[in-house]
């Protein structure tokens, strides 16, 4: 039985994507909760830098972004399918569409000036929350709130068409898509609630949100970070071909041949790296191996999409 550890905080809309994909599938899980701004030493031993939320770890293995945990739950479990054979492609670009594109149309409506105040009470606690912030979005632009409005509000409607039409935005059962699409509405819904007159013009999108939150999150089980972290130096990374990722063979896009010093990083938001030496580079994935003083030596796992491969300066 793989032992699947989420990090994640409860607020956290990509973290919602991932614990409704944990409950759609059944599956038992072990929750660590880990901090929604800088310092996060506890996440650093494990990922060796990105600071991002959630991640998964299993063992010596740890899993960035969720559209690779995606594809590690779908190896873990693949019934039900979160990508159907016949909208396999449709699926997951509606879904990169959606955790970008709508994410940050969502929530630059949700977090502007007039939410603030309700979101965030300790006048401390905010500024800590928007400096945090501004420091991960230092190479992007940011919508303003109105243009938000008007981009969200139209994406809204666009989906309620969907829903509409089948219970589930491509059909009868959720899939990719739908966990994508969910997690920005849920954040306006529930986090950012005096924003969420917005999603009332459109009932049947309500009533769709209303079955995402019926999948529930599964079985979970606190697990302390601390505990995360022993977890991971009484285990071995797994050898490439043999971890939860579907693919190992090796595709050299950026001439940088397997065993190389290497570092990882967001192309946007959240510019944090992490080091380590190049162990595969595969048509969907890129691994790092690198040994930290507490997590031991670890695997540390990033999709290609959406990341940046570059060599490691010579010490
Ligand atoms: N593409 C990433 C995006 C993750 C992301 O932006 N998460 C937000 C929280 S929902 C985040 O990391 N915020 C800063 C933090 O939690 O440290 C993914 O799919 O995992």
Redesign the pocket.
């Known amino acids: 039985m793989t032992d699947l550890i989420l990090h994640h905080y409860p607020e ?4 919602e994507k991932v614990r409704l994909i944990l409950g759609h599938k059944q599956l038992a899980w072990r929750s660590v909760h880990v901090p ?2 800088q310092p996060k030493p506890d996440v650093v031993a494990l990922t060796g830098g990105y ?4 991640f998964l770890q299993v063992g010596a293995d740890i899993y960035c ?3 690779l945990v995606c594809d590690v739950l779908e190896h873990v479990q693949p019934e039900p399918a979160l990508y159907p054979p016949h909208i396999r492609g449709v699926a997951r670009i509606f879904a990169q569409w959606a ?1 970008t594109t709508l994410f940050w149309a969502a929530m630059s409506y949700n977090i502007q000036p007039k939410s603030a105040a309700a979101m965030f009470p300790d006048a401390a606690v905010a500024q800590a929350f928007m400096n945090d912030r501004k420091a ?1 979005r230092a190479n992007m632009t940011q919508l303003r709130p109105a243009d938000a409005t008007s981009a969200y509000r139209s994406y809204l409607r666009r989906i309620a068409h969907m829903a509409d039409e089948h219970d589930f935005l491509f059909g009868a059962e959720p899939c990719v898509a739908d966990f994508a699409a969910y997690h920005p509405l849920w954040y306006t819904r529930h986090r950012a609630s005096s924003m969420a007159g917005i999603l009332q013009p459109t009932p049947s999108l309500l009533e769709w949100m209303d079955r995402m939150a019926a999948l529930g999150h599964g079985r979970a089980e606190k697990l302390s970070p601390g505990d995360a972290i022993t977890v991971a130096q009484n285990a071995e990374p797994m050898p490439p071909g043999q971890n939860l990722l579907v693919d190992s063979a090796f595709q050299d896009d950026h001439g940088i041949p397997l065993g190389s010093e290497v570092t990882i990083a967001a192309e946007s ?2 510019p944090e790296a992490t080091v380590g030496e190049l162990v595969a580079a595969t048509r969907t994935h890129y691994s790092l191996r690198r040994t930290d003083p507490r997590a031991g030596t670890v695997h540390v796992h990033f999709p290609r999409i ?1 990341y940046v491969l570059r060599k490691a300066d010579p010490a």
């Open positions: 956290s809309p990509f973290s929604a701004i600071r991002r939320t959630p972004d969720t559209a955790d991960m938001f959240g959406g």
